[in-house]
């Protein structure tokens, strides 16, 4: 074996449920990659909505360098100046009072849900369990979270599933109000699904939800992995749709490229997950901490935010521009910097040719299903970046043509 590690190795050593590409970046600074060959790529993915500051960002590699000179690593039998101050942070920054770290989505996504569970059982008694959730829907991939997400083809095949739970048609009302019931514990719900194909919920969706969980005392959990942390243009989506939840999950661009996951809720649920009723070795492990403090500090500044908004109207024109070119999509959807097209008729089903022809163009995309492409930039990518990428999707789109 040569020194040089090139992508048939990944056949060789990686479990395969991942197909990656044939470039291994290797280098990255603000929203441009390098690859081994020193080819330059734009940046319009952010990993998937993560590196929501782009790479190597300055407060980002001073938070990690700084507290990796300090202290790895504790575990939850003592707590840790990172976790403690973060967590005061995302209390003061949304609704919740209290906060749970794990180190994914998909893990505060399964805390949400078995406090859901467990505040039911608490209240209720074992008979109020069922948890609604929406086709199309992405929770991740633990086997309850899976099973709560609207795919079937990423839950089948695994044998028994866990059980009570019910999946409705997003943003249809009548559908959840035929179907809601005192037995219902928990609905969970992205706020506008991201790997669902870029579906933003309409308000009267989200205005119904909120009413039958607190007809039917369920608890409405929001997943915002994917919206949370200024995807969308404030700091947690909710805060644009009027509406409050009783959990929120966040993960993806919390850690800004560092794994962390949390679990925020209130003080009226948060005492039901008592001493010894869940746990994480890694929750809360003050690097992951310290540098997501550092994300939550550049995030939250309303520049930022506003940039945000600013940038999703460069995106959205220069695609409208490609649009009246090559006639490829049908809509623009989504919100903030979590953008997607869909493709028209002529172009059906090849989003994953565009994500290919654009990397061969130096620029990173994303789709959504076979048939949406999406961006998911850095919150702060220069406008400049911005310019060139869609110059480069623009000569990419044309190759297909
Ligand atoms: C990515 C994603 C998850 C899963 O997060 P992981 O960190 O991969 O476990 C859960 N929910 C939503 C909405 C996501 O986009």
Same mark, same amino acid.
């Given at each position: 074996m040569t020194n040089k590690v090139e992508r048939s190795l990944f056949d060789d050593v990686m479990v395969p449920c991942y197909n990656p590409m044939s470039v291994i970046p290797v280098e990255g600074k603000g929203s441009r990659v390098w690859d081994q060959e020193g080819k330059e790529y734009v940046d319009f993915a952010g990993g998937i909505a993560v590196s929501c500051l782009g790479h190597c960002h300055e407060d980002l590699v001073n938070a990690v360098t700084t507290q990796a000179n300090k202290l790895w690593h504790? =575990? !939850?039998?003592? #707590?840790?100046e990172p976790a403690l101050r973060l967590a005061k942070k995302l209390t003061d920054i949304s609704f919740a009072d209290k906060v749970f770290f794990a180190n994914s989505g998909a893990e505060a996504n399964e805390a949400a849900l078995k406090l859901a569970r467990r505040v039911a059982v608490d209240k209720f008694g074992a008979d109020k369990s069922e948890i609604i959730a929406f086709k199309k829907g992405f929770h991740g991939r633990t086997f309850f979270t899976v099973t709560v997400g609207g795919q079937e083809a990423y839950s089948d095949g695994f044998g028994p599933k866990p059980g009570q739970v019910t999946h409705l048609e997003y943003n249809d009302v009548d559908a959840l109000k035929a179907h809601f019931s005192d037995k219902t514990c928990a609905v969970m719900m992205e706020p506008l699904q991201g790997e669902g194909g870029i579906i933003s919920s309409s308000p009267e969706f989200i205005k119904a939800v909120r009413e039958l969980c607190d007809e039917h005392n369920a608890l409405l959990i929001f997943d915002e992995v994917q919206t949370g942390n200024g995807r969308t243009g404030t700091f947690y989506a909710y805060e644009g749709l009027g509406i409050t939840p009783d959990i929120l999950t966040t993960a993806k661009s919390l850690g800004g490229g560092f794994p962390i996951g949390a679990m925020l809720t209130t003080d009226e649920f948060a005492p039901h997950m008592k001493v010894g009723t869940h746990g994480s070795t890694y929750g809360g492990n003050p690097l992951a901490?310290? /540098?997501?403090?550092?994300?939550?500090? /550049? %995030?939250?500044q309303p520049e930022t935010l506003k940039g945000v908004k600013e940038r999703e109207a460069l995106i959205r024109?220069? *695609?409208?521009?490609? &649009?009246?070119?090559? &006639? /490829?999509? =049908?809509e623009l959807r989504g919100q903030g910097l979590l953008l997607g097209a869909v493709l028209n008729d002529q172009w059906k089903d090849r989003a994953r040719d565009i994500l290919v022809a654009a990397g061969q163009h130096g620029l990173m995309v *994303?789709?959504?299903? #076979? !048939?949406? %492409?999406?961006? #998911?930039? =850095?919150?702060?990518?220069?406008?400049e970046d911005i310019k060139e990428g869609l110059a480069r999707l623009d000569k990419a789109i044309a190759s297909l043509r």
């Open positions: 504790l =575990s !939850n039998v003592m #707590t840790n901490c310290a /540098v997501a403090e550092a994300v939550v500090d /550049v %995030v939250a024109e220069g *695609l409208q521009q490609i &649009d009246e070119k090559y &006639d /490829v999509f =049908s *994303l789709v959504a299903g #076979t !048939n949406v %492409v999406r961006f #998911t930039p =850095s919150l702060i990518i220069p406008i």
